[in-house]
């Protein structure tokens, strides 16, 4: 089967290795990377379908920080619970909006997102929240509509935990906790996508969960050996980039 991939299928592989690199080291970058990349050579439903399994996989890898998949869920679970329950009411509405907007508004609404996160982070009116429960619960309902459309979650929900001072590894936990609410309702409501897919594209999806595992791995090495301050700038260069090239596709096929 593999001598039936093309280039491609190769360079999708290639930026699944990265995004599970950058997955480890900022507890996100997976989702954004990989249906950034498959959207350039399938369809956006295509492309948001094929990440969830893997994503679904290495989110529950990355809710072992510091802790067990168990302890962090429940411990996270009890104090971030406003986030987590709008976040799964956006959810189920982003999807929505997936089936039924043009994928060229969707790209561009993408790469907007993005870019006005890293300009939160870089100009004099840095955005400080508080961590009241109302806050949580519309930052979370944001979160929860953009994943649910772009697989872009961690936009609206980094602005929050950067905005609260959170430490690094509260943010890895909290991130893929939504990131996993958001998984699960695309995986149900996907399905018949899926369920479609090619011999080929079920391969690939099969060759991207196993190389993925072992490169979140090494990203979450690497995360340790990071201070908080040059885990920021990683975040914020990565999404920049990723914006920059979802705003450039988004308008390129208007």
Known sequence: ????????DWI???????????HGITGFGYPIVGTAIIASFYELKVAVA???????????????TGGTIIGNTLK??????????TSFIGGII?????????????KIFLGVTLIFYVITQYTKYRIK?????????????????????????????????LGTDRTKHEMVIVNN???LITKIIQIVMLAPVIIGFSNKQMWLLGIVIFISLFFVYIGSYIRNKLSQEIFNHAIAVMLLALGVYALWQGIRIL
Do not use: H
Not at 50 to 64: A, E, K, S, T, Y
Not at 94 to 106: A, N, Q, R
């Open 1 to 8: 089967m593999l001598s039936q991939f093309d280039n491609n």
């Open 129 to 161: 929240f508080k961590k009241d429960n109302l806050t949580m619960a519309i930052f979370g309902f944001i979160a929860g509509v953009i994943g649910g459309v772009t697989n872009a979650i961690v936009a609206f929900l980094m602005v929050y935990l």
């Open 50 to 64: 094929m990440v969830v399994v893997p994503c679904i996989v290495l989110n529950l890898i990355m809710l072992r």
């Open 94 to 106: 982003g999807v929505k909006l997936l089936l039924l907007f043009p994928e060229s508004y969707l």
């Open 76 to 85: 996270y679970g009890k104090e971030y619970f406003w986030l987590f329950l």
């Open 12 to 22: 999708i592989i290639v930026f699944f290795v990265l995004g599970a690199l950058l």
């Open 177 to 179: 906790i939504s990131i």
